[in-house]
T-cell receptor, first 116, second 115 residues
């Protein structure tokens, strides 16, 4: 069975602070995919990044960066110089490969509040 | 293409009534997924289709729930004899198997309240 754990239920920071959202996953699959989604108050899940199990390169996209470590089964997400618009619920998710691809197992989510 | 569209956005129904939700995926996407999200939780997988075939159903999907995707285009999710525990946000997502496994794009969801 697959499982995703986001231990941080809520995080509160002041604008311009850096913040890291933790994600730990469990799977027996050798091929799997990890995702981060953002859910603003409007409710729609917005895709941020996808990583496959064979690509451990860290990625940076503007103020966002992701650290994938298979050795610790973690896929952490860092926002640098946070902004008020980053306030949302962030979900880490896991999918198998093949026909299971796209069937996502989500973590419980981390509520991020960025104060001005 | 305007993305994944769900209708209605909100539904309030009395316990025991039947409800039906509709999802229109991104037109070139052949995979369609339904998820349920309760307050304070992450979405939970319910079922998914590849074209018109329903490939998997979660054990969360009781006999009162049925989903269809005729002709591999839009999909409907019906809940019969609704119960208060069915109150949740129902999310639809679509993806393309052909394009090197793209990410799933989500609709804005249908929020169901059973009173």
């Amino acid at each position: 069975a697959q499982k995703v754990t986001q231990a941080q239920t809520e995080i509160s920071v002041v604008e311009k602070e850096d913040v890291t959202l933790d994600c730990v996953y469990e799977t027996r699959d050798t091929t799997y995919y990890l995702f981060w989604y953002k859910q603003p108050p409007s409710g729609e899940l917005v895709f941020l990044i996808r990583r496959n199990s064979f690509d451990e390169q860290n990625e940076i996209s503007g103020r966002y960066s992701w650290n994938f470590q298979k050795s610790t089964s973690s896929f952490n997400f860092t926002i640098t110089a946070s902004q008020v618009v980053d306030s949302a619920v962030y979900f880490c998710a896991l999918s198998g490969g093949g026909t299971s691809y796209g069937k996502l197992t989500f973590g419980q989510g981390t509520i991020l509040t960025v104060h001005p | 293409d305007t993305g994944v569209s769900q209708d209605p956005r909100h539904k309030i129904t009395k316990r025991g009534q039947n409800v039906t939700f509709r999802c229109d995926p991104i037109s070139e996407h052949n995979r369609l997924y339904w998820y349920r999200q309760t307050l304070g939780q992450g979405p939970e997988f319910l079922t998914y289709f590849q074209n018109e075939a329903q490939l998997e159903k979660s054990r969360l999907l009781s006999d009162r729930f049925s989903a269809e995707r005729p002709k591999g285009s839009f999909s409907t999710l019906e809940i019969q004899r609704t119960e208060q525990g069915d109150s949740a946000m129902y999310l639809c997502a679509s993806s393309s198997e052909d394009s090197l496994n793209t990410e799933a794009f989500f609709g804005q969801g249908t929020r169901l309240t059973v009173v």
